[in-house]
């Protein structure tokens, strides 16, 4: 069993930036792709941002250029630096990470883009 702890969301202005932190309770070197989701109101979940176990990173076309995922394996840490945020950004983010056959997601952290 895994848990996912995000932490990070907020209230930001148009333009402004936010880094989101998921937190695993397991040796995040194990899983073999970690990965940010995002789903706004009334719309269904949709991929953000993925890094594998080597370190490969791959973005949705909607925040290539704006967002960052990222780890630090000592600490058990994924990230997700966010800038250039929109009204669009306005989502829960939710992060997740496969262990085996296994999909794990945490409990989400609201992001609110607003002027």
């Known amino acids: 069993q895994v848990q996912l702890v995000e932490s990070g969301g907020g209230l930001v202005q148009p333009g402004g930036s936010l880094r989101l932190s998921c937190a695993a309770s397991a040796s995040i070197g194990s899983f073999s792709t970690m990965a940010w989701y995002r789903q706004a109101p009334g719309e269904e979940r949709k991929l953000v941002a993925t890094i594998t176990r080597g370190g490969v990173t791959n973005y949705a076309d909607s925040v290539k250029g704006r967002f960052t995922i990222s780890r630090d394996i000592a600490k058990r840490l994924m990230y997700l630096q966010m800038s250039s945020l929109n009204l669009e950004d306005t989502a829960v983010y939710y992060c997740?990470?496969?262990?085996?056959?296994?999909?794990?997601w945490g409990q989400g952290t609201q992001v609110t883009v607003s002027s």
């Open positions: 997740k990470v496969t262990f085996g056959v296994r999909d794990y």
